[in-house]
């Protein structure tokens, strides 16, 4: 399956250079499953999606047409991954944003990625990454398109091996992956990193820490860094196309083969829509 | 006069969402006055390109092609702003890197713009930025395509008294404004900050540090903060289409008329190739 995208609504439509997504990276994306043509988890993607833009002051499209989209772009797939970017729009040279700027938005349509079956079954192990994120409170949360951090942590590896990276901030506090948020297990309590600073505060962390008391579990969202993650029962990474991983290695640590990815995941797709 | 641009060479080419540029800011850019054809002070312009380039591991495109580009974009008009944007180029989903992907660049052509001639001849005031730069010294210096801190700063003045936003980091560090190096004379010396955590080092700020001893200056790089800013003798920001302008206003603060900012300008022009 090729790459198809949509540029608002167009397929193979035209994205220019005035576009102030590729000037400055202005503005917000998504990555989510589609399945049989139904976005899963649709409602808390656009929240969340809906959320990011405002933090940035952009219009968001309409969930509506942004689901005319998905329909057009996936109707035939049994299972695609498609990526949502909206951006300010177009404007002139210069920072300055124009009043009433109308937002673009790109749909791309990409194959299900085909990641290792022992992913799920045995778990995967980590890179610890050397760069540090910064500290952006105003951008803190947001799945913004200033992704470069992302770029060259993801570069500090080639070897396949390494399912992700893990990023913590320049004090040393544990953040997230790459590609993924990061939960560890603390006898009973799930704990994931608080946000506030740096990371992309995903819908599937959001979902876990939703479902969590369901499953049994108390949770909690605060700072921790290297150390007491070692001193962890378990680690899991999550994202909405895997759904959950548990985390084996990370540099010599190792942990014992748990439950909680699958019992995660089992949860997470039970809420299909 | 519209915007032209090419991709690749190509008048009106296509930029796709699949452009790490637009996927993650995955780039670099510059921007640099055109006059009768002529690229003012090409080489500074493309030794910063060229680095900053190196600095993301991208492949930069030759000078050659790119005076190509630029020739062809120029060649009838007396005076441009052309944008210079090299992305790491294409690829799929997934913030992995290709090796041997090929960087794609976009040219932009944009009218000279008409600034007020006070800016000129009596200076400019400042708007002081609430955000703060973030530190990432893996980026810092970097012309690079992740530029929503300097959009959110832009964002918080629409008062067209204030030629340009003066940026602090998160401890108080004075960096630079949000298009423009800053510059402060004490005394005999021109003092600018010193970008090893953020911001971009701009060519014009690099040629007033080459410029300073012929000018009778002596030149220091170092950290200052906004007290030791206001106690200057004269303040001043430049970048390379402007050139520089003295700032008399910030806030509170004023400063007396000086010739500091007309002595650069015109040393600066005596610069051009």
Redesign the interface.
């Known amino acids: 399956m090729q790459?198809q995208?949509l540029?608002n609504g167009k397929l193979d439509g035209?994205?220019?250079?005035?576009?102030?997504?590729?000037?400055?990276?202005?503005g917000v994306?998504r990555?989510l499953p589609v399945r049989q043509g139904l976005v899963q988890d649709w409602q808390d993607h656009y929240r969340k999606l809906h959320d990011d833009c405002a933090a940035?002051?952009i219009a968001c499209p309409s969930a509506t047409q942004l689901l005319a989209d998905i329909a057009a772009l996936c109707s035939n797939e049994v299972a695609v991954?498609v990526?949502i970017?909206i951006t300010?729009g177009d404007s002139?040279?210069?920072?300055?944003?124009i009043p009433g700027a109308q937002p673009n938005r790109?749909l791309?349509k990409?194959p299900y990625?085909e990641y290792p079956e022992q992913h799920y079954s045995q778990g995967v192990r980590l890179h610890l990454c050397a760069?540090r994120l910064?500290?952006?409170p105003?951008?803190a949360g947001i799945k913004?398109?200033?992704?470069?951090?992302?770029?060259?942590?993801?570069?500090e590896w080639q070897d396949a091996q390494f399912a992700d990276g893990l990023l913590l901030d320049?004090v040393g506090n544990v953040i997230e992956c790459?590609?993924s948020n990061l939960f560890m297990r603390c006898g009973n309590t799930l704990v994931t990193p608080e946000l506030t600073q740096c990371g992309v505060a995903g819908v599937t962390r959001q979902r876990i820490l939703a479902l969590a008391p369901r499953l049994g579990y108390a949770k909690e969202v605060r700072s921790f860094g290297l150390p007491e993650l070692l001193q962890a029962d378990e680690v899991i990474i999550c994202n909405s196309v895997f759904g959950a991983w548990q985390v084996r290695a990370l540099g010599e640590a190792t942990w014992a083969h748990g439950v909680l990815a699958s019992r995660l995941r089992a949860s997470l797709s039970g809420h299909e829509t």
């Open positions: 790459i995208y540029i035209q994205l220019t250079p005035l576009d102030r997504g590729y000037a400055y990276g202005d994306f990555t940035l002051g991954v990526k970017v300010r002139v040279r210069g920072y300055a944003v790109a791309l990409s990625p760069l910064s500290w952006q105003r951008l913004h398109l200033n992704r470069l951090e992302n770029v060259l942590a993801r570069m320049g790459t590609m």
